[in-house]
């Protein structure tokens, strides 16, 4: 059946993030979902981490923008025109390959609306069949968990714009909360900190240096500091101040309030012998978010389930989303994928 396909891609499309990943290569591109394009002539400037560089620094006629809110498709126009310069850039040509079959990422509980939008996005690129799976299901099985087994698993995945998770068995997903919480927000977050605090105004990219640097899940994590720069929402001139760890954590500190919450409301929902199996089996934490320091412990602590960050959490969803063909061989159609999926990737 896969005879038919020449070329096998796996795409993670985050709301932060695009990874793509090529059977028989590997992960070939990670890089920003940013958009840059002219207000005045409508021309795409730049893509990924060129536009990302722009951003706080662009005159007034350049629009930068992410083309996804919370894991999918907010512009049709730019995620396409994103999707197309990246292809291009693996490929050496604009059109993504004919007879290649696509497996995307999506978060879990959006709509079919919302994954036919997708599918059909990569689907006018030049695939021949695209088909949009969970978010949580693909990192799983990006993780080396064995998910088709009648074990329960429970999956925390921390993206850019979503926090997921999602208790797994047999293949499916069980019990699954999302909250439009994630790495972004802790961003937006400690943006409006340093404002309300310093009267200093920062850009994202300064305020991800922050989370990256001195961001701590941990109230007790070795004390660390760090001078940022910003415009003084007073004076309007530039100026530098020193932030340290202890502030930081209490900005994300509501942030994992929210997230263990989540956790708590999948256990309530899924049934009681899963449940067992997520105390003994752990929580496999991914996505940009278990790179936070100390989130794992704090994770656990909060819970009282051991917490395993996965060992490659910004890329194995893609990694998962490109495996797919090699667990679920064409005899059956995979649980998660739904009839209107298969019509949907039948359709070029």
């Known amino acids: 059946m896969l005879k038919r396909f020449d070329k096998l891609y796996g795409i993670d499309l985050g709301t932060s993030n695009t990874v793509i990943y090529e059977k028989g290569k590997g992960?070939?591109?990670?890089?920003?979902?940013v958009v840059a394009t002219n207000l005045d002539t409508g021309e795409l400037l730049a893509v990924g981490a060129e536009a990302q560089a722009m951003i706080g620094r662009a005159p007034d006629h350049v629009d930068i923008s992410y083309p996804l809110t919370n894991g999918v498709i907010a512009n049709f126009d730019k995620t396409s025109s994103m999707l197309q310069h990246f292809i291009k850039k693996i490929q050496g040509r604009s059109l993504l390959m004919r007879s290649s079959q696509i497996y995307i990422s999506v978060p879990c509980g959006i709509t079919n609306v919302q994954k036919r939008a997708i599918e059909e996005t990569m689907i006018h690129k030049g695939a021949k069949?695209?088909?949009?799976?969970?978010e949580p299901l693909a990192?799983?099985?990006g993780s080396?968990?064995?998910?088709?087994e009648p074990i329960g698993h429970l999956v925390l995945n921390i993206g850019g714009g979503t926090s997921q998770v999602a208790v797994l068995s047999l293949g499916g997903i069980v019990a699954?909360?999302?909250?439009?919480?994630?790495?972004?927000s802790i961003d937006r977050d400690i943006m409006d900190y340093v404002k309300k605090q310093y009267s200093l105004e920062i850009g994202e990219p300064t305020a991800e240096q922050i989370k990256i640097q001195i961001g701590t899940a941990s109230a007790t994590a070795t004390e660390r500091s760090m001078d940022i720069r910003g415009r003084d929402g007073i004076s309007g001139l530039p100026r530098t101040v020193r932030l340290v760890s202890t502030e930081i954590y209490a900005v994300v500190n509501d942030f994992l309030t929210s997230v263990i919450d989540a956790i708590r409301a999948t256990l309530e929902r899924c049934p009681p012998e899963l449940a067992g199996d997520v105390i003994e089996q752990g929580i496999l934490l991914c996505g940009g978010g278990a790179l936070l320091e100390g989130i794992g412990e704090r994770i656990s602590k909060?819970?009282?389930v051991r917490v395993q960050i996965a060992e490659n959490p910004l890329e194995c969803t893609a990694l998962g989303t490109g495996m797919m063909l090699n667990v679920f061989s064409g005899k059956k159609r995979p649980s998660w994928q739904s009839d209107k999926q298969e019509e949907t990737a039948m359709e070029a």
């Not at 992960?27 to 979902?33: A, D, F, H, K, T």
């Not at 699954?176 to 972004?184: L, W």
């Open 27 to 33: 992960i070939v591109l990670n890089e920003p979902s």
């Open 139 to 141: 990192a799983a099985l």
């Open 144 to 148: 080396q968990l064995r998910i088709d």
């Open 129 to 134: 069949k695209a088909i949009a799976v969970e």
């Open 302 to 304: 909060e819970t009282g």
């Open 176 to 184: 699954s909360h999302t909250i439009h919480r994630a790495g972004m």
